[in-house]
């Protein structure tokens, strides 16, 4: 009987109709189907459903050394950017905002995303990008009424919230599944030369209220302190020692230096006695100015809470593209991962932390490239093999092969940071962080930002391009393409580069949203008009190809499968060396893998 209903035709149907029912895609629908805002919450509605069934597994997958070590590592990951970015905030809206309202944000998110979220590897907290917008929006509001701003600021969460809502219930997040290399390396590098930018302005500042030692001595720190964190996450990288001493420095390559220079700026005599700057703080769990924590938004005038729409939906746009990118970088290829994704829940859940953040005063939280895939890597376990290559002289060569054999996935380790960064807001814990000296937090910026640059594909490309040609891997992808295809591809990128820093230095940096989010339509509709489909499968790819992600956009993007065909290796009707190309590009990008930089989005 049971073999007589699947042969026929009509129940074979039927169960093809459910199954479309029951799954997320909008590909290949008609009528008003094919509509998101016509059926709204459907994306959020699959993501829970699919991601509920392992909650249990979050929890018990917890219980390995692998989520202690990503624990510790990520609160010195993520609080010391935090503070460092605060304290430009600090200066720069008049004293709001300060160390308590950004360990406030951070914990408030943490905890919200560890214990709901479909995507608990996703760091999220205060990033380098709200501190300009909100200090943008401060520029302008002064020039009006500096009493005002606030309540103002309220009012931009309040309406980034409501369209936080909107896009997540017309399952708009979809489009994030055209998000390729071409635009997070883009954002990547743009991310690390605004970090650089906020480390020098940070040492100037230094000078401004120190003296001539104080200064120089803050020079000194940071200089060393990125040279320590440097240093130390590259022996992780290396070959040197045992697999379980180089794990050991790269899971606390933030953590030792951060100890020593706070300490070394505290030797009795000299160093003691020089006048550094050090984290201003106030009372446990107190506003960093004399108000409670509930702004009185409603008493703003009707005219101004207006006049917040625009800024609320920049700012929504904003973290449309920075919250997902960085989810989609800790869901990254390079990373096995099993569990699905949640992209529509999540981004619900972000438009609620942005309601509650706007109406208590806090930096908005959202997800943080830099911190994210940090995340994911500090999870993931590696293995070195040995590669041993014959000569032609009877010798061999020798290399290590490292590969991320799978990833402890788990909601936990997030969880115990966020409580972490909820008793860094105690007494104690405070004044602990007021004996730190501000020029370590210009390090941060440092390490963050060249670590963003460094490992960057723009960078990696440029320096195929410059190589002499006899020393370059003849399996290399690059070199079954034009050169002059790569240069108008990296080309594109640097310009995009180039717009998104010029802007963000000038009033107008309120703007450098749109021109981020640009930077989708610009790679999905002209690109392909200027590269053939085999170009852009060997320059470009999805950041995250895994089906169990791009599970969530209701699978791989339509437009983008031919590409991604050939950039797997699948599909070369042109040229008989695709399948060396994907072998190297399996190598570089996949099997072959690289630990995670802090900083580091792309490899």
């Not at 320096?463 to 594109?492: A, C, H, Q, V, W």
Request: charged share 15%.
């Amino acid at each position: 009987m049971e073999s007589s209903d699947a042969t026929d035709p009509g129940n074979k149907e039927r169960l093809e109709r459910t199954k479309t029912r029951e799954s997320y895609t909008f590909q290949g629908q008609r009528g008003w189907r094919k509509w998101r805002i016509l059926r709204p919450g459907r994306g959020m509605y699959h993501d829970v459903k699919r991601r509920l069934p392992y909650y249990w597994s979050d929890i018990t997958d917890a219980l390995t050394y692998r989520a202690f070590a990503s624990t510790v590592r990520m609160y010195f990951v993520n609080v010391l950017p935090a503070i460092a970015f605060t304290l430009d905030m600090y200066r720069r809206t008049g004293e709001f905002f300060g160390v308590n309202e950004a360990l406030f944000a951070s914990a408030l998110a943490g905890t919200v995303f560890s214990l709901l979220s479909c995507q608990p590897l996703t760091i999220v907290g205060v990033t380098g990008l709200i501190a300009l917008f909100n200090y943008t929006i401060y520029d302008i509001i002064i020039q009006y009424d500096p009493s005002i701003y606030p309540a103002f600021t309220a009012w931009v969460g309040i309406w980034a919230a409501i369209f936080h809502w909107i896009v997540s219930f017309g399952n708009y997040s979809d489009y994030m599944a055209y998000v390729t290399d071409f635009s997070s390396e883009t954002f990547g590098m743009y991310v690390g030369i605004i970090y650089c930018i906020k480390g020098v302005e940070e040492l100037v500042y230094l000078f401004e209220v120190s003296d001539f030692d104080g200064g120089y001595l803050s020079i000194i720190i940071a200089i060393v302190y990125f040279g320590s964190v440097y240093g130390l996450e590259k022996v992780g990288n290396s070959t040197v020692f045992t697999p379980g001493i180089r794990s050991i420095l790269a899971d606390y390559s933030f953590v030792f230096p951060t100890l020593f220079w706070v300490g070394f700026s505290h030797i009795p005599g000299r160093l003691e006695n020089t006048g550094l700057y050090r984290v201003p703080i106030v009372g446990a769990f107190q506003p960093t100015v004399d108000r409670n924590w509930v702004i009185d938004f409603w008493n703003l005038d009707v005219g101004w809470v207006f006049v917040a729409v625009p800024f609320g939906f920049l700012m929504m746009l904003l973290f449309y593209y920075d919250h997902n990118v960085s989810s989609l970088t800790a869901q990254a290829r390079q990373y096995p991962l099993t569990k699905p994704a949640g992209f529509h829940w999540d981004f619900f859940l972000l438009g609620c932390t942005c309601f509650v953040g706007g109406v208590i005063g806090l930096p908005l939280p959202n997800g943080l490239v830099p911190q994210a895939p940090v995340h994911t890597d500090s999870l993931t376990i590696y293995e070195t093999k040995l590669e041993v290559t014959k000569t032609k002289d009877g010798g061999e060569i020798r290399k290590p092969m490292v590969e991320a054999t799978a990833v402890v996935e788990q909601r936990i380790s997030h969880f115990l940071m966020a409580l972490a960064i909820w008793g860094t807001m105690t007494g104690p814990l405070l004044t602990v962080l007021h004996t730190m000296p501000a020029a370590v937090f210009a390090g941060v910026f440092f390490v963050v930002g060249w670590g963003s640059i460094e490992t960057n594909g723009i960078v990696l490309k440029a320096r195929y391009l410059i190589s002499e040609r006899r020393f370059i891997d003849r399996d290399e992808p690059l070199n079954t393409i034009s050169r002059k295809k790569i240069m108008l591809f990296i080309g594109l990128q640097i310009f995009g580069v180039i717009c998104t820093v010029a802007i963000s230095q000038t009033i107008a940096a309120i703007g450098f949203p749109v021109l981020i989010i640009a930077l989708i339509p610009l790679r999905t509709f002209l690109m392909p008009k200027w590269f053939s489909v085999r170009e852009l499968g060997v320059l470009d790819a999805l950041t995250a190809n895994n089906p169990t992600v791009l599970v969530s956009f209701g699978g791989t993007p339509s437009g983008m499968r031919e590409t991604e065909e050939i950039a797997r290796g699948v599909a070369d009707a042109e040229s008989g060396t695709m399948a060396k190309v994907e072998s190297a590009r399996s190598r570089s990008r996949g099997r072959s893998a690289v630990r995670q930089r802090a900083g580091s989005i792309t490899r």
